[in-house]
Every structure is written in C-alpha cells, then in structure tokens.
C-alpha cells in the first residue's frame, strides 16, 4: 500500500518554522473572514499579485464540508468563475487537511483522499492530484456558454463566454489520458498516481493561452511553481516590514496586504489585449488593466498602491484612459468583460487627482480629465446606470441636489434602477467628492471656468444638510425637506435616500469639504458632540431587524458602521476638530473589534481590499482621509516599528517603540528627530525618507495637535500644491 504524503508538509515545507525565521508571506492567512457577517465572505484565494489566475475552492459556504469544484481562473474579484476543474467526476467531495496561502493550495478530497495541490503563476497554473489507488480520474466542465476540445493523449482546451467576454485555457496532463465527453463536461481517466495539469489561460485565443503556459510553467514541477510564487510574494509583502504587535495582529496586517495586492488584474499577453471597450484586439507597449471598483477602493485602496508602486498606479491609470478612449465613458467598475453599472458617483475623478498630486504623472492627463468632465456632465449620474441623462439628471445640474421621492410615492423617471432606486443624499454627497477631485484637475490644466464651476458643484451636499437635525436629509422636487426615520427609511439599505448606511453615516461623507460640514453644525464644538452621538446613538429597532434591513450595516458601534467604506475616514474626523486623542482612541477599538485573525474576522463586504486597505493604514498608524490633498493623519499605531520601502530605494520609519494595547496615545512626534505640533505629515516629506518617531501613553495628551494651525487641511479651498 502506497504510503500518503502529508499535504500540509507538501504546501508548507518552504516555510519557516521558526518565529524568528518567519518571512511576511508566512504571516498571511486567506482564511481569515472566510465566513462573512450577512453577506459577502472573503475567499482563500491562490494568486500572484495582479495576476490573470486566480484559484480558489468553491464551496456552497466556508463551513460547508464538501468542494464542489475549482475554478481555472475567476473574471472578477468574487466571481464569475471560469471553467471548473475536479478530481473524480465533477461530484463535490468532502475534504481533510486544508492549508491555503497566497501562493498554493492544497488538502485531501473524498473518501478515496486524493491529494490536491495548486500553485499560481501569472497567466498560467498548475494542480498536483494524488491518487492512492492509482486509479486517476478528473473532470474539467463549462460554467458557461461554451466548449471543451480534446488536443490529444494528454492536451486539451476550451472556450466559455460570459458577460460579452470569451475566456479560453489550454491545458496538459504529465501522462496520457483517456477522454470522455459529456455535454459540457470532459472526464479524463489514466492509471497514474500523481498526475499533474499545468494550464494556461487567456482572453485572445487557446493558442496564446497556450503560449503563456509555455512561457510561465514549461515544466512538470508543481514545487517549483510554488517556489517561485511565494519568493514573488515574500518580495511584494516584503516592501513593508513590520516589528511587534501580538502574532494575530501581524497576520491580520499582512493578510490585509494580500488582499490589498490582488487587483487591478493585468491581462496583456505578450504585447497584446482584447478589451471588452471596443470588443477590438490591441497592441500597446505599455500594461493593461482591468477589474477594480473604486466605490470601494478610491478612499484607502488605491492611495496605498500610489504610496507603494506609484509606477503602476499610472499603467492603471492609463488602462482607465484606454477604456474611455476605447468607449467613450470613463467607468467606475472596470471589469474584464466591460465598464459595470455598479454604486454610484465618478470615483475615477478622486482616484486620479489623488495620484497626479502624490507625483504619478505616467499618464495622459488632458485625456483622463476629459473623461471625467463628460462622465460628470454629459452622461447620467443615477446610480446603477450608465446610459444616458434624464430628467433627473437635468435636475441635478439646475438645483444642486437629487431630489427625492416621499415614502410610498411611485417612481416615474424610467432611468431609474427599479432596486437600486435614486439614493438621492447618498449620491449627492459622493458626486460633491468627486466633482470636487475634477475641480482639482481643471486647475492643474488651467481650466478656470471648470475649476469654478465643478467646486460650485462640489459644495451640493450643503443643499441636502438640514441643519435643525444635523443630518443629511432628503428632499422633494420642490426643497421641501422629506419626513422620514433617518436611521430605518428608504426601503432596502436605504436606497431611496441613501446606499448601504443610514443619514448617520452619509452625513460624514464629505472627506473633501469637512470645514464646511464643521460650520453647518455650528462650529468644531457641536461638531464633536455630533460625532460622538454618531458612536452612542442607539439602533432604531432591534438589530435582527435593522440588519435585515441594513444588511451592510454591521459592526456596530452605536450608529457607526464598521462595514462599510463610507465610513472608513470617520474615526479620523476627530483630528479636524481638535480632538485628535479621540481618534487614537476610536481606531484601536476598531481594530481590536472587529478585525481578529479569524474566520469572522472582517466585520463586512471586504470588496477586494476596500476594509482591507483600512487595516493596513490604520494599523501602521497613518491614513489618507482627503483625496487629492496630499497628507497622511497620524493615528495609533498597532506596531512597534514599521518600514516602508519604496520603490525610489528611500525608506519611511514609523517608530513608535512603546506602543501597547493600552499605549494607545501619542504623547509627543518628531520627524528626523525634529519636534511635530501637528499629526499629520505630507506624502512628500513622507517620500523623501526619513523616520517618524511616537511616543505612546496609556493616557491621552489634550493639547498635541489641537491648535487651528496644526489640524489637518479639511477646506474645500484647500490647495494641493502648497504640499509638494
């Protein structure tokens, strides 16, 4: 009888043991929120950054103990899956001994215990199966609209189509086979005992999917494979190193990074890419991208992949050029298969501006600005909708904000999503945000009457504030405020007036404009009591069924939402009323709440980096609350000691050598050793080099950082380039 190999010796030979010999990648646990709150889990996913392949075991649920099969490769973050691939014949089995890594996969399936391995490489993969018995059986199927075709003995392709997009893969088998088919399925039988199937996959053709399996995986050695995937990822982890902090909290932060580094995914091959823009076959010297949804991944995301790779941030940058060059609209969601009609606002506007005023200047400006200025103005702003303007929209551009229906009143603008609905305040303040960002943008390029015009635009919000409640608050056609519960209306998520969250969170969206919000509730004083009543306001119902309402809504802390983005800056709004000891306060419960090292460990929708990236920002003790303004607040740090390499070979220190769980205070800051009234620093002083130093208290310090002229810049009015 042929004697097992421990899968767990197999996938983690390569890593140390050790503590002292641990590398960053043997911190990550994909695991880690694999059971979500109420909605969306997080994955453990298989992959190289940016990569094509991405590889995970589908199951009906993480707790579910059967797989039911793997995908080659997924479109977009979460799904859809392409193509299916599974020992046996396609059944789901039970599994054993599973052990996930950023770099490879493996565990035992079924009763007959085959072993299963996988390991990533950027356009290709390659799975291990071990059969105790000899006996090799497996089967590859279509998810899809599509085909299988054998190749010979021990080659085989296909073809699906979903969404618009055709995917293909080429695939070989390390000994013959002998095909079966059956409608969409291909079952593969040989008498053999490790069998390995090395792929490739691609949007132009087999044969170029063919071509990037010889390129990437020319070799029968699954070991090798993983080798290389996990030395890329140590790399990658690696250019920020961290130092103290408990064992779970540094598998939180660098679990937090793997899933920060997945997208945008790069899906040229060898010079060339098919974009589902203009359904056309290009070929461009520099990188294409796709897939990213910066509803989600505007505010923390994407400012840490500019701090990090800036480089990079302008290929994607210029992939989002391409897409509007290509077809004529600036997307938000830019996925494989084409620009999707998802959320609501223009967040490439923030996105951008951010870069340009951090240095990233690889792209074409004047291009990009003019896509942002027809996407504002030219095209509907409804959410959900990409089509174009409505009478609605004409609204919005005469008054200032989107009106709102009354509860119970039918919609009659056929623009509308029928279950996304207007999101009236909701979008109101995202677009200020973004208009805001265009606004940046038309005075970079000397455009006055645009910069007038779109930082007139950006002040909408002002218009659905009401001021006797303090709140964001809907309006009629006719300005008359809308008499609703502003904690449970709106229908599902509250999407009649808002999107996800209630008016308790939509009022703090305004990270561009918070001096304005400071004077419509009557000054930093009252503005502080309102933001401390947002953590104690109690829910409106019982939580069963406010959640049932407000299923994004989790992670409660009175009515602040830990799941949600739009609330990810608020903790820090305490820095711009003088109170910066609340903040520091505020984050490390967060932190210590709703973020542990375990399977519920992400307190909602971590959207692909979107809560994630909040985690690494907050626990290296710094965060970009403001698009487009180029500083950074300072926090509390988690870690004794972190540093940031950059890709210019400069390194950022931040020290803070005393930190603890009840350290939580900055007591007094220095930057290369010179004294910081303030807590907050620049990205360019950040990038010059250099070390900040914290020293932490258990007690708060009421005065560092509390005086007008050294709260962070929180104005409309705010001039990004008095910071370069």
Known sequence: MRRAIPIAVVILSTAATAFAQRQPV?????????????????????????????????????????????????????????????????????????????????????????????????????????????????????????????????????????????????????????????????????????????????????????????????????????????????????????????????????????????????????????????????????????????????????????????????????????????????????????????????????????????????????????????????????????????????????????????????????????????????????????????????????????????????TNYRNLFRTDKALAWPKDDKGEWIAIDPKFDGGMGGRDYYDENNAYTYTWDVTHDYNGLIDLMGGKQKAAANLDQLFREPLPTNIYTFQGKFPDSTSMMGQFSMANEPSLPIPYVYNRLGQPWKTQKRLRYVLDSFFPATLQGIPGDEDGGGLSSFVVWSMMGLYPVTPGIPVYDIGSPIFSKVTIHLHSGRDIILAAPNTSRDAKYVQSATWNGTPLSRLWVTHKTLTAGGTLNLTMQDVPNTTLGTKDGDLPPASLNTDPTQFE
């Open 26 to 458: 043997d911190e990550v646990d994909p695991t880690i929120g694999n059971v979500g709150i109420l909605l969306e889990p997080t994955r453990p996913t298989a992959y190289l950054p940016n990569s094509m392949v991405r590889v995970y075991p589908v199951r009906k649920n993480a707790l579910d103990d059967q797989v039911q099969y793997f995908p080659l490769t997924i479109l977009s973050h979460r799904a859809p899956d392409l193509f299916a691939i599974m020992p046996g014949d396609g059944t789901p089995l039970t599994y054993d001994n599973e052990h996930a890594a950023p770099y490879g996969y493996a565990s035992r399936l079924g009763d007959k215990n085959v072993g299963v391995e996988f390991a990533p490489a950027h356009q290709a993969g390659i799975f291990r199966f071990q059969y105790l018995d000899g006996n090799a059986v497996f089967t590859l199927r279509n998810l899809h609209k599509g085909s299988l075709k054998v190749e010979g003995k021990d080659a085989f392709s296909g073809e699906e189509t979903v969404d618009g997009l055709t995917a293909y893969f080429y695939a070989e088998t390390n000994s013959a086979m002998t095909p079966q088919q059956d409608g969409k399925s291909l079952h593969l039988s040989g008498h053999v005992t490790d069998l390995e199937v090395r792929y490739g996959v691609s949007f132009l053709s087999v044969e170029q999917a063919k071509k990037n399996l010889r390129r990437e995986i020319n070799h029968w050695d699954l070991t090798r494979t993983r080798e290389e995937a996990r030395k890329t990822w140590n790399d990658a982890l690696g250019q920020i190193q961290i130092e103290g902090g408990t064992d779970a909290q540094r598998k939180v932060f660098y679990t937090a990074l793997y899933r920060c580094m997945e997208r945008m995914i790069l899906i040229t091959e060898d010079g060339r890419y098919y974009s589902s823009y203009d359904h056309k076959v290009h070929e461009d010297k520099r990188p294409f991208y796709v897939d990213n949804w910066l509803w989600d991944t505007f505010r923390a995301m994407e400012p840490l992949q500019t701090l990090l790779n800036p480089e990079m941030q302008g290929d994607k940058i210029q992939s989002y050029v391409r897409m509007y060059q290509q077809g004529g609209l600036m997307p938000t969601f830019a996925s494989a298969a084409g620009p999707n009609a998802t959320m609501n606002g223009y967040h490439a506007a923030p996105w951008i501006a951010d870069a340009y005023n951090k240095g990233v200047r690889n792209f074409d400006l004047p291009t990009a600005y003019e896509g942002l200025r027809k996407r504002a103005l030219d095209t509907t702003i409804l959410p959900w909708s990409l089509g174009p303007k409505t009478s609605l929209d004409d609204f919005y551009n005469t008054h200032g904000y989107m009106p709102a229906l009354h509860p119970g009143e039918k919609e009659t603008v056929s623009g509308v999503n029928a279950g996304e609905r207007r999101q009236a305040v909701a979008l109101t303040y995202e677009v200020s945000t973004d208009d805001a960002s265009i606004a940046q943008l038309a005075s970079i390029l000397k455009k006055p009457q645009d910069h007038d015009l779109f930082l007139k635009r950006a």
